[in-house]
Protein backbone atom coordinates (compact mmCIF):
# COMPACT_ATOMS: atom_id res chain seq x y z
CA UNK A 1 0.00 0.00 0.00
CA UNK A 2 2.54 2.69 0.88
CA UNK A 3 4.72 1.72 -2.29
CA UNK A 4 1.75 2.52 -4.58
CA UNK A 5 1.38 5.84 -2.61
CA UNK A 6 4.82 6.76 -2.82
CA UNK A 7 4.47 5.77 -6.84
CA UNK A 8 1.74 7.90 -7.28
CA UNK A 9 2.92 10.39 -5.63
CA UNK A 10 6.58 10.49 -7.81
CA UNK A 11 4.65 10.00 -10.76
CA UNK A 12 2.54 12.90 -9.73
CA UNK A 13 5.70 15.08 -8.80
CA UNK A 14 7.29 13.94 -12.06
CA UNK A 15 4.25 15.43 -14.46
CA UNK A 16 4.26 18.80 -12.09
CA UNK A 17 8.18 19.44 -12.78
CA UNK A 18 7.55 18.25 -15.98
CA UNK A 19 4.86 20.94 -16.70
CA UNK A 20 7.02 23.38 -14.39
CA UNK A 21 10.23 23.13 -17.08
CA UNK A 22 7.78 23.25 -20.49
CA UNK A 23 6.06 26.54 -19.23
CA UNK A 24 9.31 28.12 -17.96
CA UNK A 25 11.12 26.92 -21.20
CA UNK A 26 8.22 28.46 -23.47
CA UNK A 27 8.67 31.95 -21.71
CA UNK A 28 11.67 31.64 -22.27
CA UNK A 29 11.31 30.97 -26.29
CA UNK A 30 8.81 33.89 -25.71
CA UNK A 31 11.44 36.24 -25.23
CA UNK A 32 14.09 35.26 -27.09
CA UNK A 33 11.88 35.48 -30.12
CA UNK A 34 10.06 38.90 -28.68
CA UNK A 35 14.10 40.02 -29.03
CA UNK A 36 14.69 39.09 -32.08
CA UNK A 37 11.80 40.66 -33.65
CA UNK A 38 11.85 43.67 -31.71
CA UNK A 39 13.88 45.63 -34.31
CA UNK A 40 13.52 49.37 -33.01
CA UNK A 41 15.32 51.88 -34.47
CA UNK A 42 18.89 53.35 -32.75
CA UNK A 43 17.03 56.72 -31.81
CA UNK A 44 14.06 54.74 -29.64
CA UNK A 45 16.39 52.33 -28.31
CA UNK A 46 17.99 53.84 -25.16
CA UNK A 47 14.43 54.97 -24.42
CA UNK A 48 12.93 52.01 -24.42
CA UNK A 49 15.35 50.36 -22.42
CA UNK A 50 15.67 53.66 -19.57
CA UNK A 51 11.47 52.21 -19.09
CA UNK A 52 13.46 49.26 -17.00
CA UNK A 53 14.17 51.37 -14.51
CA UNK A 54 10.71 51.69 -13.15
CA UNK A 55 9.27 49.14 -10.79
CA UNK A 56 6.86 46.29 -12.22
CA UNK A 57 3.45 48.07 -12.13
CA UNK A 58 4.44 51.67 -11.81
CA UNK A 59 2.83 54.21 -13.25
CA UNK A 60 5.15 56.38 -15.24
CA UNK A 61 4.24 60.09 -15.21
CA UNK A 62 4.68 60.95 -19.23
CA UNK A 63 5.94 64.10 -18.07
CA UNK A 64 8.50 63.52 -15.75
CA UNK A 65 10.11 60.78 -18.44
CA UNK A 66 10.41 63.16 -21.31
CA UNK A 67 12.07 65.29 -18.49
CA UNK A 68 14.55 62.41 -17.72
CA UNK A 69 15.11 61.07 -21.05
CA UNK A 70 16.13 65.27 -21.91
CA UNK A 71 18.32 65.36 -18.53
CA UNK A 72 20.03 62.07 -19.81
CA UNK A 73 20.97 62.94 -23.17
CA UNK A 74 18.87 60.15 -24.45
CA UNK A 75 16.99 61.55 -27.55
CA UNK A 76 19.13 62.11 -30.63
CA UNK A 77 20.46 65.15 -31.63
CA UNK A 78 17.82 66.71 -34.25
CA UNK A 79 17.36 70.17 -32.80
CA UNK A 80 20.19 73.05 -33.07
CA UNK A 81 19.11 74.58 -29.74
CA UNK A 82 19.91 74.68 -25.95
CA UNK A 83 19.88 71.15 -24.24
CA UNK A 84 16.44 71.62 -23.03
CA UNK A 85 14.51 73.24 -25.54
CA UNK A 86 10.85 72.74 -26.50
CA UNK A 87 11.50 71.12 -29.29
CA UNK A 88 13.03 68.64 -27.53
CA UNK A 89 9.79 67.64 -25.65
CA UNK A 90 7.87 67.32 -28.79
CA UNK A 91 10.56 64.99 -30.03
CA UNK A 92 10.91 62.92 -26.68
CA UNK A 93 6.86 62.98 -26.96
CA UNK A 94 6.86 61.30 -30.75
CA UNK A 95 9.35 59.08 -29.52
CA UNK A 96 7.04 57.81 -26.36
CA UNK A 97 3.99 57.76 -29.08
CA UNK A 98 6.04 55.88 -31.39
CA UNK A 99 6.81 53.23 -28.18
CA UNK A 100 3.17 53.86 -27.77
CA UNK A 101 2.17 52.91 -31.04
CA UNK A 102 4.22 49.81 -30.84
CA UNK A 103 2.61 48.46 -28.03
CA UNK A 104 5.91 48.65 -25.67
CA UNK A 105 4.48 51.05 -23.79
CA UNK A 106 1.00 51.05 -21.90
CA UNK A 107 -1.03 53.73 -21.36
CA UNK A 108 -3.07 53.82 -18.27
CA UNK A 109 -4.25 57.46 -18.18
CA UNK A 110 -4.51 60.45 -21.12
CA UNK A 111 -4.62 64.75 -20.82
CA UNK A 112 -7.39 65.92 -21.86
CA UNK A 113 -5.90 66.20 -25.54
CA UNK A 114 -5.19 62.88 -25.81
CA UNK A 115 -1.94 62.94 -25.01
CA UNK A 116 0.00 60.14 -22.61
CA UNK A 117 -0.55 61.45 -19.21
CA UNK A 118 0.73 58.17 -17.55
CA UNK A 119 1.82 55.12 -18.76
CA UNK A 120 3.48 52.16 -17.88
CA UNK A 121 5.96 48.86 -19.38
CA UNK A 122 4.11 44.68 -19.14
CA UNK A 123 6.60 42.95 -16.78
CA UNK A 124 7.83 40.69 -19.30
CA UNK A 125 9.15 43.67 -21.05
CA UNK A 126 10.59 44.83 -18.35
CA UNK A 127 12.25 41.91 -17.81
CA UNK A 128 13.59 42.54 -21.26
CA UNK A 129 14.81 45.60 -21.09
CA UNK A 130 16.48 45.37 -17.95
CA UNK A 131 18.49 41.92 -19.94
CA UNK A 132 19.25 44.30 -22.82
CA UNK A 133 20.43 46.83 -20.78
CA UNK A 134 22.59 44.68 -18.52
CA UNK A 135 24.10 43.10 -22.37
CA UNK A 136 24.31 47.03 -23.48
CA UNK A 137 26.08 48.08 -20.34
CA UNK A 138 23.54 51.12 -20.53
CA UNK A 139 22.11 50.22 -16.61
CA UNK A 140 22.32 47.24 -14.42
CA UNK A 141 19.77 46.23 -11.60
CA UNK A 142 20.75 45.28 -8.04
CA UNK A 143 19.06 43.43 -5.54
CA UNK A 144 21.93 44.73 -2.74
CA UNK A 145 24.99 46.94 -3.70
CA UNK A 146 27.88 44.89 -4.02
CA UNK A 147 30.64 47.18 -4.91
CA UNK A 148 32.97 43.96 -5.77
CA UNK A 149 30.92 42.73 -8.50
CA UNK A 150 30.53 46.69 -9.84
CA UNK A 151 33.89 47.88 -9.51
CA UNK A 152 35.44 44.70 -11.52
CA UNK A 153 33.89 45.81 -14.48
CA UNK A 154 36.56 47.13 -17.25
CA UNK A 155 36.86 50.70 -18.04
CA UNK A 156 35.40 50.02 -21.14
CA UNK A 157 32.25 48.00 -19.66
CA UNK A 158 31.09 51.15 -17.62
CA UNK A 159 27.81 50.90 -16.83
CA UNK A 160 25.33 54.31 -17.82
CA UNK A 161 23.44 53.60 -14.30
CA UNK A 162 23.10 51.20 -11.56
CA UNK A 163 19.07 50.75 -9.76
CA UNK A 164 19.43 49.90 -6.12
Not at 45 to 69: H, S, V
Not at 89 to 104: G, H, P, T, W
Not at 143 to 158: C, M
Amino acid sequence: MADTIVSFLTDKLTRLLVEEVQLVAGVHDKVTSLRSELSLPARLKPCFLYLGMYPEDYKIPAKQLIQLWISEGLLIQETSGSPSTPEQEYIAEDYLDELVDRSLVQVVNRTSDGGVKTCRIHDLLRDLCISESRDDNFFDVCGEINFQTLGSRGRDEEVRGVLI
